[in-house]
């Protein structure tokens, strides 16, 4: 798989660094996560700072296209953040976007005080 990371008001060292509001994120994601897990994710975005990209932040006639890649992108490793959480039980997930799982939990009354929002949009 061919990686091509987009920086969109993103410095790259910070990505690489992990600094900024990277390193809040990691800070919280070490209190609840292994961290084996935690570490494999500092790595994979190391290297992705280190790759060869494209700074967005002066690019200026793509910028609603470019936007809209990052925000699927984003949803889509927000998504996956939140499976890996409990992959088993969709009523211990912060955010219900698949119709399967809301029917579930649901049906089943298997929701928890996890659950924070329910995405009727789907995915």
């Given at each position: 798989?061919?990686?091509?990371?987009?920086?969109h008001?993103?410095?790259?060292s910070?990505?690489?660094k992990?600094?900024g509001?990277?390193?809040?994120?990691?800070?919280k994601?070490?209190?609840?996560?292994?961290?084996?897990?935690v570490?494999?994710w500092?790595d994979?975005?190391?290297?992705?700072?280190?790759?060869?990209?494209?700074?967005?932040?002066?690019?200026?006639?793509?910028?609603q296209?470019?936007?809209?890649?990052?925000?699927?992108?984003?949803?889509?490793?927000?998504?996956n953040?939140?499976?890996?959480?409990?992959?088993?039980?969709?009523?211990?997930?912060?955010i219900l976007?698949?119709?399967e799982?809301?029917?579930?939990?649901?049906r089943n009354?298997?929701?928890?005080?996890?659950?924070?929002?329910i995405?009727?949009?789907?995915?």
């Amino acid at each position: 798989m061919t990686v091509y990371p987009i920086f969109h008001y993103v410095d790259p060292s910070d990505v690489r660094k992990q600094l900024g509001a990277f390193k809040e994120a990691f800070v919280k994601h070490e209190e609840r996560f292994e961290e084996k897990k935690v570490k494999t994710w500092r790595d994979a975005l190391s290297h992705v700072g280190n790759l060869a990209g494209r700074h967005l932040k002066n690019i200026s006639p793509e910028t609603q296209e470019i936007r809209s890649i990052v925000r699927d992108i984003s949803r889509e490793m927000g998504r996956n953040i939140v499976r890996q959480e409990s992959p088993d039980e969709p009523g211990k997930h912060r955010i219900l976007w698949l119709f399967e799982d809301i029917d579930h939990v649901l049906r089943n009354d298997t929701g928890t005080e996890a659950v924070q929002a329910i995405d009727i949009r789907g995915a």
